[in-house]
């Protein structure tokens, strides 16, 4: 954000979310930023709480087939 463009004003990110806007003023450059619109925020917490829960179904998953490989494997066989 602080490197987009040359001049001073307003840039934002993260789907409009966050804002960055840097104004010059007498001595200097006044920067403020913030929180503009808490939708894309609260979308992309969204996504990566569901790939999240996606990973550990899947580990969990993956454990429980690996114990019953252990097990069948740990089984004798029935009938030679």
Known sequence: MF???????????LFGS????????????DATMGVNNTVGIVGVL????????LVQLAYLGLKRYRAELI???AQPSGSA
């Open 71 to 73: 097990r069948e494997r």
């Open 3 to 13: 490197s987009v463009g040359e001049g001073l004003g307003r840039r934002e990110g």
């Open 18 to 29: 966050l804002y960055f806007e840097a104004t010059s003023v007498s001595g200097g450059v």
């Open 46 to 53: 969204l996504v990566c709480i569901a790939l999240i829960a």
